[in-house]
């Protein structure tokens, strides 16, 4: 349902040749003269063309990038490209002083092994895969002579979908430095005709706004952005580029009958969208999660989602809601008609939504099916009428049936295929690839919901997309014995502003019509369509158009027909999983699109340390804030947290840097640490050091770890203590204790305290500031290490201005300039200068570990360590934060 396309180029050069490191967000402030603009670290980009042509709303993108090393030594270039996850790569090449050096697209394994095999001859190249909200990353760099040059070239392609009435096109560019030829070009054809055509960028100001030419006309749309050079200056004198957000291109066609059919060399494609039809009643079930980990950001946001909502239901929809925690809330027993009194009540009743305990999903989601069934069964919503369950879920199923294989099965036997399911995963804490199994094998859809401030929306959005059914139960018929490759033709649902797209080829490659019969439930009767057309009507309707990639119906049929059979793939087991892999293989090598089960590789002249690089694709379900591979310099969505955990380690984010900074703090067994102190909310937080089991003969190189830790809030006279054993609560004199064997969620007034049996404990207070204690537990008969903790502070945002200590110091938004990077004394870790407070000093690029998702191995968050116990970092000295005791 993605419908954006999101690109996002931008080329870094660190500052020193041999390494492939990627840093971004490294702004060079050294001022340069104004000669010299274009070239930054001794590479200037002569040009930066993204051109896209768009053919009945198919999208071929082609990126080129072309630079020069005016050093006088070898450089490593990068291109680094964002693409839209739904797009498919389809080529790549570098052209190195006029030779060109292709990429093939492998089997997956295969080219696995390939790059491995350059990798072991060389270097390892720059690698990194991450992904963002819609878009997934390709990087290639290469190492290039002085005075050489490197063409980069990329071709992507796309079916763009229709939403909210309009086909988008989502670009995002980011290029780094001024770039002489910068231009982006869009032409589209549309054989229907073009009703209107848009272009915005997040980044154009006034000044820019007339340097987007956009013109269209009958079926021809063009759109070109070409800023000069001085129009690319954030100021009159600056060399920094304001090329840097998003530019978004929105288009729709006419439509005189609801479908539209297309011919061209044995395929076909039809489009169907019909306007100006009654909307469907609708009957709707939420199913919303409130479990522990809501509370706070989540929970708020889900509330302020669901009230925007219930305006926008209509008099005659039926809703209800259905809560889940440790245990299930219905508001009422019943589906309730949307009248002003219900709605005014349901207000009421989402106003109150809280949280509480675990996560009952299998018992949340059942009772949501029981009453849409029953309400079915009595009649008692009209029979035209759409029924959709939406659920939303920030963690994993762990009451009542958390098997969630046995849940997919229970639901999908409940539901029979009636009701299309809408699984909303919020944030990363999810099983994704559950949630999305599960809504695939009833008619529906999954799609994450980012935690960030605009969480809210993005639920609100996704309603949007769902809440105007037209048709129910539509079928799209094709004569069976003259269509080969047929896409998937029922849709259980078809809703106001989109498009449904099915394409297939003929049996017979010179057949060329086709007669195609449409049937749906309308509002009030059942419609049909009939359409024909043939290969004649489709070129003389393309007559114009210069431009045509003759193919492009049989890319589109090869495209849809791969999205659809890994979509099949995802829930499919056994045979039937591998018989749907090799299908998926054989189309994606035959059309060369990099898909979930190919690459491309791309094997760099042997000239140049024979290094290699691999484009793969992701799925959402692996999906992770940052996931990495080599280097680890490249972060590409941030970690919000600050955490202590390790011998002491401790870990500060930086959002708006999409970086961290990280710092060590060396003390001695016994030395209580004073790590948050909030005199406005009271709320403070201490840590207590123990060694190993026996002390190191070296004192310098002693290891300590937080084995005690004292959290309090003095208004609420709450006392709580962890230790690697037991948690002790003391609400004035009353005590109460658990133990890391016990599965708990506790709620009373001001704390909720959630134990996750030897894992973690998450614990919320007051405001919602919320911490997450992880317990590493080691080997009990381990000669030298002893279980310790690991402290993480989730919305730190809740805490006031005032708060202060060795991690609440670092609430307060903090900014930082990297300068300098230049190659340390271990070659995997370079140094640099770090400008921070109005201090200079020297860091060195490493990472350490975020042990909250796993407790064994944890992830590692790339970060910017500071020497000395925080020096210069921390306010004071680290001495200054023992304090005398846990309370
Ligand atoms: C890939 O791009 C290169 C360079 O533009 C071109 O020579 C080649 O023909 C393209 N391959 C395909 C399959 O389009
Ligand atoms: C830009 O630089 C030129 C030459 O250094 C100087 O004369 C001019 O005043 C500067 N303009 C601005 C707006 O700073
Ligand atoms: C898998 O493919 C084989 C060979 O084409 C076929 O015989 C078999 O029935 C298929 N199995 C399933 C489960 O689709």
Known sequence: MESRLLLCILLSIPAFASSDLLVTHVRNIKKRNAENDLVVNGIEICSMKIDSKVTSRFARNVITSRAVNRGNVHKEVFFDVELPKTAFITNFSMTIDGVTYPGYIKEKEAAKQEYEKAVSKGQTA???????????????????????????????????????????????????????????????????????????????????????????????????FKPTLDQQRTCANCSQSVLDGDFTVKYDVKRTTPDNLQIVNGYFVHFFAPTNLPQLPKNIIFVIDISGSMSGREIEQTREALLKILDDIRDDDFFNFILFGSDVHTWKEKLIKATPENLDEARKFVRGIDT????????????????????????????????????????QPNVGISNTEDIRTHVKKAIEGKYPLY???????????????MALENKGLARRIYPDSDSALQLQGFYDEVSNPMLMDV???????????????????????????????????????LTVDVKGEGANDVLSFTTQQDAEQTAKAFQEQEYIFGDYIERLWAYLTIEQLLEKRTAATGEEKENLTAEVLDLSLKYKFVTPLTSM?????????????????????????????????????????????????????????????????????????????DPVT?????????????????????????????????YLNLKVTVTSEKITIQNGNEKTAFTWLDSVTLQQEGLTLIINKEKNLVLSMGGGASFVIVLHQVWKKHPLHQDFLGLYTLKSHKLSEQTHGLLGQFF????????????????????????????????????????????????????????????????????????????
């Open 126 to 224: 720059g690698l990194v895969k991450a992904s963002g909200r819609k878009t997934e990353k390709f990087t290639v760099s290469v190492n290039i002579a002085a005075a050489s040059k490197v063409t980069f070239e990329l071709t992507y392609e796309e079916l763009l979908k229709r939403q909210f009435g309009k086909y988008e096109m989502f670009i995002k560019v980011k290029p780094k430095q001024l770039v002489k030829d910068f231009e982006i070009d869009v032409s589209i054809f549309e054989p229907q005709g073009i009703t209107e055509l848009e272009a915005e960028g997040t980044f154009i100001t006034n000044d820019l706004q007339n340097v987007i030419k956009k013109t269209f006309s009958d079926k021809k749309g063009h759109i070109s």
């Open 356 to 395: 509480k305990g675990m996560t009952n999903l299998y018992g949340g989601m059942m009772k949501g099916i029981e009453i849409l069934n029953a309400a079915h069964e009595e009649k008692f919503v009209p029979k035209r009428s759409a029924s959709i369950i939406i659920m939303l879920t920030d963690g």
């Open 423 to 437: 699984n909303l995963g919020f944030g990363y804490g999810v099983d994704y690839g559950f949630l999305e199994k």
């Open 475 to 513: 079928e799209l018929h094709y004569p069976e014995n003259e269509i080969l490759g047929l896409t998937k033709n029922s849709f259980k649902h078809f809703y106001d502003g989109s498009e449904i797209v099915v394409a297939g080829r003929f049996a017979d490659i010179n057949q060329n019509s």
């Open 601 to 677: 590789v791309v094997t760099k002249p042997e000239d140049y340390d024979n290094q290699a690089g691999i484009a793969d694709k992701m799925t959402e379900a692996q999906a992770a804030p940052v996931v990495m591979q080599a280097p680890p310099l490249y972060l590409s969505r941030p970690a919000w947290f600050t955490s202590v955990d390790g011998d002491p380690h401790f870990i500060i984010s930086v959002p708006q840097k999409e970086d961290a900074i990280c710092f060590n703090i060396n003390e001695k067994p016994g030395d209580v640490l004073s790590l948050i102190n």
């Open 682 to 714: 009271g709320i403070t937080v201490n840590g207590e050091l123990i060694g190993d089991k026996r002390a190191n003969s070296d004192a310098n190189s002693q290891n300590t770890y937080f084995g005690k830790l004292g959290i309090a809030n003095k």
């Open 812 to 887: 307060h938004p903090i900014d930082f300039t990297i300068l300098e990077i230049h190659p340390g004394s271990d070659p995997k870790k370079p140094d640099a200068t770090m400008i921070i407070k109005n201090k200079e000093l020297t860091v060195t690029r490493g990472w350490q570990k975020d042990y909250r998702k796993d407790p064994k191995h944890g992830v590692d968050i790339p970060c910017w360590f500071v020497h000395n116990n925080g020096a210069g970092l921390i306010d004071g000295v680290h001495t200054d934060y023992i304090v005398s005791s846990l309370f």
